[in-house]
């Protein structure tokens, strides 16, 4: 066994490590259709929200709020501006 191993299973700090990390991630998971609806520029994120924080927690309210937010949402990247919306003048 090495001793990264070692030291997550056998000691109180690996322990509340993998705790922590196990936490953020389900936490990230349970929100990603909010998440998706807020950075996707959807029309209703705000029911969305509201339904994936109430509904949320059983799966079929879950995949719901996570179809809801994909259809939803506007079709652009997430991370890159759309190239038609600068306001650079056209030569």
């Known amino acids: ?12 700090a690996g322990f509340l490590f993998v ?5 953020a991630v389900l936490i990230g998971t349970y929100f990603l259709p909010a998440m998706l609806a807020w950075s996707g520029g959807c029309h ?3 029911g969305m929200i509201i339904l994936n924080v109430l509904l949320g ?3 079929i309210g879950w995949l719901v709020a996570l179809i809801w937010a ?6 652009g990247s997430f991370d890159e501006p759309d190239p038609m ?6 030569p």
């Open 1 to 12: 066994m090495s001793s990264a191993t070692h030291w997550i299973t056998n000691t109180n």
């Open 19 to 23: 705790l922590i990390f196990g936490t």
């Open 44 to 46: 209703h994120r705000k």
């Open 57 to 59: 927690w059983t799966v």
């Open 70 to 75: 994909v259809i939803e949402g506007d079709g």
């Open 85 to 90: 919306d600068r306001k650079e003048p056209v």
